[in-house]
């Protein structure tokens, strides 16, 4: 089983800073993850050409099953309010999304709350400013594999520190309600070690994420349960991409379990992490 983890940053490219969704496609494609965690994805955003990124990134893996979850309807950093049920037609939408190649017996969406204070942020050339923080979400699917089911959950959470330790933490209680083997997959925005203080969740990865050019912090995890661990089986490959679009870069684990999907062969080149 290939696990990951990517904030996409909307599929701009630091390069040129736009979007095209070749360009998204391919750098999806080249993951080759049988699941699939996304943060800052855009759905019909004018910014990122009307795209409804989840949508690309299901087909370039040749997965089955995709979900979308909205954080906030409107465009982050301008002009948003948090995602009401009744926004979907109506709104650009901003948020998360899990794709994967098995089936999903049931999807579960919850609420994180932002933090109640504007914090301040590095916004590149604007510098610091105090930014209103977003409403958050945990999205988690119970996926049927050929080794019984299995929960897999990606989330975003809070950029003010303190306040994604309080997030965490809540996600961690509501995943332990769901079926083992667990895994939360995302951009937690704070290093490995408060992570596994809060959490008690073993990092199956550790490698440096963010800034994509020359990663010098793990800001992305891909977390599981303790009780899960013999029934994930052992990590064979970790690695980092950098793909040609967004800040992060992805992070990928390569799992020995016997739950990979139908048709797809095992990788000869995966090696036991160094």
């Known amino acids: 089983m290939r696990l990951a983890t990517f904030n996409l940053l909307h599929g701009r490219s630091l390069s040129d800073g736009t979007v095209h969704a070749d360009r998204v496609h391919a750098a999806i494609a080249d993951l080759d993850a049988d699941v699939l965690g996304l943060q800052e994805v855009d759905r019909a955003q004018p910014r990122s050409g009307l795209l409804d990124l989840t949508a690309i990134a299901a087909d370039a893996l040749g997965a089955g099953t995709h979900r979308f979850a909205a954080a906030i309807a409107g ?77 897999v959950a ?52 550790k490698a440096p994420t963010f800034p994509s050019p020359s990663p010098r912090a793990q800001l ?13 089986g052992r990590v064979v490959q970790v690695c980092t991409p950098h793909p040609p679009v967004s800040d992060h870069r992805p992070l990928i684990v390569q799992l020995d379990a016997g739950t990979r999907p139908p048709g797809r062969p095992a990788d000869p080149t995966a090696r036991r992490p160094s």
Do not use: C
């Open 75 to 151: 465009t982050p950093g301008e002009t948003w309010q948090p995602w009401r049920s009744d926004d979907d037609n109506v709104h650009p939408l901003y948020g998360i999304a899990l794709v994967s190649r098995y089936p999903v017996i049931r999807w579960q969406i919850t609420a994180l709350p932002g933090a109640p204070v504007r914090s301040p942020v590095y916004t590149g050339g604007d510098g610091l400013r105090l930014l209103k923080d977003e409403p958050r979400v945990l999205l988690a699917a119970v996926l049927e594999t050929p080794a019984g089911p299995m929960t």
């Open 220 to 232: 992305d995890h891909i977390l599981a349960d303790p009780r899960s661990l013999s029934a994930l």
């Open 154 to 205: 990606t989330t975003h959470l809070s950029f003010v520190p303190g306040w994604n330790l309080r997030q965490l933490r809540h996600a961690v209680r509501l995943l332990r309600s769901l079926p083992g083997p667990r895994v939360l997959l995302g951009d937690l925005n704070m290093p490995v070690t408060p992570v596994r203080a809060v959490t008690g969740w073993k990092p199956l990865g």
